[in-house]
T-cell receptor, first 113, second 111 residues
Framework: KNQVEQSPQSLIILEGKNCTLQCNYTVSPFSNLRWYKQDTGRGPVSLTIMTFSENTKSNGRYTATLDADTKQSSLHITASQLSDSASYICVVGLSGGYQKVTFGTGTKLQVIP | NAGVTQTPKFRVLKTGQSMTLLCAQD?????MYWYRQDPGMGLRLIHYSVGEGTTAKGEVPDGYNVSRLKKQNFLLGLESAAPSQTSVYFC??????????FGEGSRLTVL
């Protein structure tokens, strides 16, 4: 069964600190891995997308890594800001006609002053 | 350029009532999707469409119907709402190869 598991479920950090979120997947055949940010009451917004051949991708203070051999990804947030408070969702895409995707349940991050 | 727009944003229904959620995108995307998001679960695909006039079932299609009469619109219908359909519904669209763009969500409560 294709699954995407994220850890931790929730996280509280102080403003200015760094943090790393984890994503493990059993999806096959793998096509790509994406990280989304979802603010409370809003729709998910894409942060990064990586294909099989890419092992790191940055978007400002967000850096995603991918190890396709171990089927693990991480999202590192540098110098966190209050506006980083959100849920972060790992999404793995399968190869296929309409590129089916499997969503993780997300990590809820709270950045406090 | 509004992106993906969902209406209504909030709705309360009684069990057995029917309703339609509208999704409109102005990016000329081929593919459109309806997902539901429930606490503790990842987004689950209800139905999707790969082009005007075509629809297909996703993971959790029971109790829902969809139509895509125009390329820019994707409608999600509930013929006889049940409390189990209380959820937040998200519409998304994307080009043939590219990223998913999500709407802001429609929160539905069925009493």
């Amino acid at each position: 069964k294709n699954q995407v598991e994220q850890s931790p479920q929730s996280l509280i950090i102080l403003e200015g600190k760094n943090c790393t979120l984890q994503c493990n997947y059993t999806v096959s055949p793998f096509s790509n891995l994406r990280w989304y940010k979802q603010d409370t009451g809003r729709g998910p917004v894409s942060l990064t997308i990586m294909t099989f051949s890419e092992n790191t991708k940055s978007n400002g203070r967000y850096t995603a890594t991918l190890d396709a051999d171990t089927k693990q990804s991480s999202l590192h947030i540098t110098a966190s800001q209050l506006s980083d408070s959100a849920s972060y969702i790992c999404v793995v895409g399968l190869s296929g006609g309409y590129q089916k995707v499997t969503f993780g349940t997300g990590t809820k991050l709270q950045v406090i002053p | 350029n509004a992106g993906v727009t969902q209406t209504p944003k909030f709705r309360v229904l009684k069990t057995g009532q029917s309703m339609t959620l509208l999704c409109a995108q102005d990016m000329n995307h081929e593919y459109m999707y309806w997902y539901r998001q429930d606490p503790g679960m990842g987004l689950r695909l209800i139905h999707y469409s790969v082009g005007e006039g075509t629809t297909a079932k996703g993971e959790v299609p029971d109790g829902y119907n969809v139509s895509r009469l125009k390329k820019q619109n994707f409608l999600l219908g509930l013929e006889s709402a049940a409390p189990s359909q209380t959820s937040v519904y998200f519409c998304a669209s994307r080009p043939r190869t590219g990223e998913l763009f999500f709407g802001e969500g429609s929160r539905l409560t069925v009493l």
